[in-house]
């Protein structure tokens, strides 16, 4: 199956990974990398994330990594990386509509 980052995606991660790289850049390339690695292993089990609580639908799930949230849509061939935010963001119902 294929993954998919939206734009919204890639710019989450890179304003996550400057705010941790203020105190740690290599804590903040580590964490770059636990994202990587832990999508490229959804691509063989894309039905392992977590409903995500503010959605009713099954095709958005989400994957809990230390802090922080990958929110991802499940379709046929592919998988679509929506977002990713701190657990303690709610998402916003413009994060999943459009992407």
């Known amino acids: 199956m294929k993954i998919q980052w939206s734009p919204l995606s890639i710019d989450r991660i890179s304003e996550i990974s400057a705010y941790i790289a203020r105190d740690s850049p290599n804590a903040a390339e580590r964490w770059v990398h636990t994202i990587f690695d832990r999508v490229e292993q959804i691509q063989d089990f894309s039905e392992s994330g977590q409903p995500v609580p503010e959605t009713n ?43």
């Open 57 to 99: 639908r099954k095709d958005i799930q989400q994957l809990i990594i230390a802090n922080y949230r990958i929110i991802y849509r499940v379709e046929p061939k592919m998988i679509s990386i929506l977002t990713v935010r701190h657990c303690r963001q709610i998402l916003p119902d413009e994060d999943f509509d459009h992407a």
